[in-house]
């Protein structure tokens, strides 16, 4: 044990060490410390500020709130339900044209489900094939 130790630190004495290392290390550490306490707690100036934008933001979004609740308060006694359509007539025509659009694309959506059918039919089929063929030859 005791070689191990002389081992490890005569490998050490041969390596130069610069002139003020280790002044400049401890110089950066202190550096580090330094700002990592100024992250850590806000100047109080700074608390002060934000204590006051949180105030003021809170008291905007109150008042915002409180504008938004009376307007729709006093918009929704002003409105009367009514229909889209007064005339029955134009109400079933279009109805109609609605259904005729919702079949068309619901033909289109099908033309286009029985392609991806026959392609993945034809797909599982050569898979099929060739793991068969693979299987033969094992």
Do not use: C
Not at 13 to 25: C, S
């Amino acid at each position: 044990m005791d070689e191990l130790k002389h081992l490890n630190t005569e490998g050490l004495n041969d390596i130069e060490i610069p002139d003020g290392l280790e002044a400049r290390l401890s110089m950066k550490i202190d550096q580090w410390a330094e700002s990592e306490r100024k992250a850590a707690k806000p100047a109080p100036q700074q608390r002060k500020k934000r204590i006051r934008l949180l105030r003021t933001a809170s008291i905007a979004a109150s008042i915002a709130l409180l504008l938004g609740i009376g307007i729709t308060l006093s918009n929704h006694d002003n409105k009367v339900q009514r229909d889209t359509f007064d005339n029955p007539e134009q109400a079933r025509q279009e109805a109609e044209k609605a259904l005729n659009l919702l079949v068309y694309n619901l033909g289109k959506g099908m033309e286009q489900l029985n392609k991806v059918k026959e392609i993945s039919g034809s797909t599982n089929s050569t898979i099929n094939n060739s793991l068969k063929l693979l299987e033969n030859h094992e």
